[in-house]
């Protein structure tokens, strides 16, 4: 995949991750406005329960962003679309779909990947 590509997959990727993190971000907040509002009383365990989800889906998201960090470094390295543990070619379908993607898919499955 030539690097053009790859930035332009890695900004809208970077885009859209963005913007579910200001989304979970607003809703933790509302939820957070609605528990601490007076008046008729509510199971306090279900905001707590749908927190610690959204807390999860929040770091995953960060995490990405994090992930597509690194792939724009290994544009600026010459070193995108090849594994970072064997340096194998990751197919470009694979890039596609996946532009921060670090490992093959066999090796991400090996490892237990979530992001294969």
């Given at each position: 995949?030539?690097?053009a590509?790859?930035?332009e997959l890695?900004?809208?990727?970077r885009?859209r991750?963005n ?6 971000t607003g ?6 406005e609605?528990?601490?509002q007076?008046?008729?009383?509510f199971d306090?365990a279900e905001?707590?329960t749908?927190e610690?989800?959204d807390e ?5 998201l ?8 690194r792939a ?5 390295a ?7 543990k ?8 694979r890039?596609?779909a ?5 490992l ?7 490892a237990?990947s979530?992001?294969?």
């Amino acid at each position: 995949m030539d690097s053009a590509r790859a930035k332009e997959l890695l900004r809208a990727d970077r885009e859209r991750t963005n913007g579910l993190l200001a989304e979970m971000t607003g809703r933790r907040q509302a939820d957070r406005e609605a528990a601490n509002q007076s008046g008729d009383m509510f199971d306090s365990a279900e905001p707590l329960t749908g927190e610690v989800a959204d807390e999860s889906v929040v770091a995953e998201l960060r995490s990405h962003l994090a992930a597509i960090d690194r792939a724009e470094q290994r544009i600026e390295a010459g070193s995108f679309g090849r594994s970072v543990k064997s340096g194998a070619p990751i197919p470009d379908d694979r890039l596609e779909a996946d532009p921060s993607a670090e490992l093959t898919v066999e090796e991400a499955e090996e490892a237990g990947s979530t992001r294969i």
